[in-house]
């Protein structure tokens, strides 16, 4: 197979805003699966949009450290760190970041970004460590997957009642299989 410019290039318009989806969001991720020159090279770029009060939920990216960098507006970002021995077992760790600010979510870490401006968009880009880095979005994940996790074992994960769980995970199945 011969190799040319396009396997290296997208048109992807990353200067353009993006309309949100429900939790005020749009994500457009460019990696491996659209630049096909980016295989093996352990890189990927995203655009993320933020609406006034959005958020990109909290979520993890299993291959990939993130370094995510505020374009327009400002963000209020944070990461939970792993369950390792004390002092630092599941510390959360946050910032507030302004225009030209930059922030680093450790590979596999759960992480988020909220846009805490009531009347302004925010705008990102991130860089990511992997040409494929992959993203698990918690509650979409524990709520919303198919089949649904059983909610006696929610419910005793996250010591709540049963009815608790189901209302979630029937917010979140309608979300995601509709």
Known sequence: MEVNADDF????ALDKPRVTNKVGSNVTLINVMQIAG???????????????LGQN?????????????VLE?????????????APNRNKFLSKVLNKG??????VGLIHFQFNPNPHKPAVAIAALSS?????ITIANAVFGSDPQISDDVLAKAFQVEKNTIDWLQAQFWENNHN
């Open 38 to 52: 980016l295989n093996t090279l352990g890189i990927s770029i995203a655009r993320i949009d933020y609406a006034p």
């Open 131 to 135: 040409q494929n880095p992959g993203a």
């Open 101 to 106: 600010d930059v922030f680093v979510f450790p």
């Open 73 to 85: 507006g400002t963000l209020y970002v944070g990461f939970v760190t792993s369950n390792q021995p």
């Open 57 to 69: 939920p909290p979520h993890t990216h299993p291959r990939a450290t993130e370094i995510l960098t």
């Open 9 to 12: 290039f997208k048109a992807a």
